[in-house]
């Protein structure tokens, strides 16, 4: 990879601990969809570490052309272009079935109807069983579980008053409406968790 690639330093930060939980959660899946690919740093990252998962990227089209540019530098076949993906708009989300979902850094950045519109129209794209791992900084209890998620939180909500951290009973609620099973709450590095969920029965 050269440095005039787009470079967000916090997936260099946090991919190697994300790396080992997608290794459990995804163990024998075979199609992930990645909800917001940001760079394309953790597509790359993650589909060559995990050369049997064919990884296809989403986000918004002003993303596209960083992730399009590191899947280029990367050389995989397994990650695929990026596809246009707002949650709330249900004919956006992709026909196909993943056995696999993977999310990073997102549910702060959307507004909160967003996130319910995650979740409200991810069932469409699941595979029976399938895992789905989202990873970011959450509330616990109604709290911030450290100093600095409420610095960030406070950043988030001046450039934005919709953005924020998000509750993770609130994120659970949502995700159990939605058929998913709530299986893991694994704290990472600088306060942040990965939530594994999966999909009960369809």
Do not use: K
């Not at 979740?119 to 469409?124: D, I, K, R, S, V």
């Amino acid at each position: 990879m050269t440095n005039t690639l787009p470079d967000a330093p916090a997936t260099g930060r946090n991919r190697e601990p994300i790396l080992a939980v997608l290794r459990e959660a995804f163990a024998g899946r075979r199609h992930v969809l990645e909800i917001g690919s940001g760079t394309g740093q953790h597509a790359v990252f993650f589909a060559e570490a995990l050369p049997d998962l064919q990884w296809q990227t989403s986000d918004l089209p002003d993303r596209h052309e960083a992730i399009a540019a590191w899947i280029a530098a990367s050389g995989l076949d397994n990650v695929l272009s990026p596809i246009a993906l707002a949650v709330e708009r249900p004919e956006q989300w992709p026909a196909q079935r993943y056995d696999a979902v993977f999310s990073a850094n997102t549910l702060h950045i959307m507004g909160w109807p967003q996130v319910r519109a995650l979740f409200a129209n991810l069932p469409a794209a699941l595979a029976s069983e399938a895992s789905v791992v989202i990873y970011g900084p959450f509330n616990i209890g109604g709290e911030f579980t450290s100093p600095s998620n409420a610095a960030f939180d406070a950043q988030l909500r001046a450039a934005d008053p919709q953005r924020g951290i998000r509750d993770l009973e609130a994120v659970r609620e949502l995700a159990e409406s939605a058929g998913l099973a709530f299986v893991a709450d694994i704290p990472m590095p600088a306060n942040n968790r990965c939530l594994v969920l999966r999909r009960v029965g369809r």
